[in-house]
């Protein structure tokens, strides 16, 4: 497994290794390594910001994630200047967002259950970044996704994981829901989560 662990405005603009999955390093790494990385033993090879790869070792390794072979010297910009081919995740505004409104037909928010029914985009289903892997077999991957979650992090995760599994048409929408709400697109009514 190959994780990109760069912050997420430079792994957007920059493209990763075809097949990585996002799960940056400033964000929550170690839980959402511990929830989705299911396999303790799984080997993983990393991408790092340069100075960061003794970080990520020690933060994969706290999590008892002690299989780690090694990373990639020269991070992605080796990569691309040995010609190789880059994966690049698909990305809008919560502006571009909201005047799709109505267009898009695959919206799904990757929030957990409970911030999704406090809260939410009329006519967006939920589709829980915890549950990834469970759910995945809803997916299609012949259609194209808008992927939003609370603020852009786990939506990025999800969205490389999409990627990863052969949904190539997928679109992370920057800034989730806390931006999207600036918008005036049309929300449920708050309900208090429990």
Known sequence: LVIDTRAKDIYAEEGTVPGAWYIGVEGGFAPWVGALVKDINQKIIFIAEEGREHEVVVRLSRVGYDN????????????????????????????????????????????KESEYLSEHVIGVENFPL??????????DPNKEYFLHCASGYRSL???????????????????GFKDIKDTGVKLTDY???T
């Open 68 to 111: 780690t072979l090694g990373y990639l010297r020269g991070g992605i910009h080796s990569w691309k200047a040995a010609g190789h081919k880059v994966d690049q995740i698909g990305s809008i505004s919560a502006v571009q967002f909201a005047n799709k409104e109505g267009t898009i037909e695959n919206p799904l928010d990757v929030r």
């Open 130 to 139: 915890d549950n990834i892997h469970a759910n995945f077999a809803e997916i």
């Open 157 to 175: 995760i999800a969205s490389s994981i999409f990627q990863a599994n052969g949904v190539k048409n997928v679109t992370d929408v920057r800034g």
């Open 191 to 193: 309900v208090c989560p």
